[in-house]
């Protein structure tokens, strides 16, 4: 089973649409108040596989050539819309490889 972390900026109850997966927070972890380069690190750490953010500038922010988190980008943060992703969501979580950054139209 995957490990997901859902960034600080993607709602919390995202985490009960997905399944199949082991989906935690960054809140709920702790982080928080960590910004971008220091919540990746810990995420790694920790041994999460996959973040999933709404940061739209996270790719041009961070040089991500050498993570091993693969990073999903959500066009919004709304959680009225999250539904709207979960499918594809469902999709990616089991086939994205270490390291790669998807983002889902």
């Known amino acids: 089973m995957r490990r997901v972390l859902l960034d600080h900026c993607v709602p ?3 985490r009960n649409m997905l399944w199949g ?3 935690s927070t960054a ?11 220091d ?3 810990a995420a790694e750490s920790a041994g999460f596989e996959i973040l999933i953010t709404s940061d739209k500038n996270l790719r041009y ?3 991500l050539t050498a993570r091993r ?3 999903i980008e959500l066009p919004t943060n709304r959680l009225k819309q ?3 992703f979960v499918v594809p969501l469902q999709a990616l ?3 994205i490889q270490p390291g790669a950054y998807e983002v889902v139209a």
Not at 27 to 37: A, I, S, V, Y
């Open 12 to 14: 919390g109850p995202l």
């Open 21 to 23: 997966c082991t989906v």
């Open 27 to 37: 809140n709920h972890m702790g982080w928080g108040n960590l910004k971008n380069g």
């Open 39 to 41: 919540l990746l690190n």
């Open 61 to 63: 922010q961070q040089n």
């Open 69 to 71: 988190i693969a990073i």
């Open 82 to 84: 999250m539904t709207n």
């Open 93 to 95: 979580i089991p086939i």
